[in-house]
């Protein structure tokens, strides 16, 4: 039975990789590339530039286009320090485009499945947390608003994290870590309102289990 639960979950996960991999990769080749919105205007062009800058072996600090000038890496919408950016370093814009939507929507997808089978409900209702998140509502509707994505893509990692330093009994300090880092990509996703709403997502849920479960409320404040 282990056995055949550890493969369910294999497949979830694959499943779960596959969609967004095979939506915008087929919305790609189609020429639907979701460059709409604040993506046209700032986000993808943005990213295009703090790529330009680093390939070249410069910091990106600045953006000589607007204006008279403006911080690049200071730029909520820039990206500038967000890992993925990387990715347009390496590959060429579009492609880089592509393959960060597919990890994002990967990211929050397996998240949040690993998030609700670590809190012990089915494979099943799992796979059904991940796909309704991750495809549905919030994250569908802000789909031209790559940094809101980039930030919101963690929220289940850093339940995760709230839960492992609940329950675990030992290396707490790493699933710390885990949280921390999380936050850290969190911040320089350059989408402060998605910040707060993340916040206040672990903020509740760890005032929700340190409340049902009182014995293990110190280690969870």
Known sequence: ???LRLRRRYWVVLILVAIPTIAFVSAAALGHMSINGDNDI???PLRVLVARDLASGQLPIWDPYLWSGTPLLASFSAGAAYPLTLLFVVLPALPAWVLTQILLYSIVSV?????????GRSVAASMA????????GFLSSQIGHVDVIEAAAWMPWLLFAVRRIAFSESHRGAWAGLLAIG?????????????????IAVGFYALWLSIVHRERALPIL
């Open 129 to 136: 947390a991940a796909v309704s998140f991750s495809f549905a």
């Open 1 to 3: 039975m282990t056995t």
């Open 183 to 199: 936050i850290g990509i969190v911040v320089v996703s350059g989408s402060p309102n998605t910040f707060v709403d993340d916040m």
């Open 111 to 119: 998240g949040t499945f690993v998030f609700f089978q670590s809190a």
């Open 42 to 44: 700032q986000n993808f």
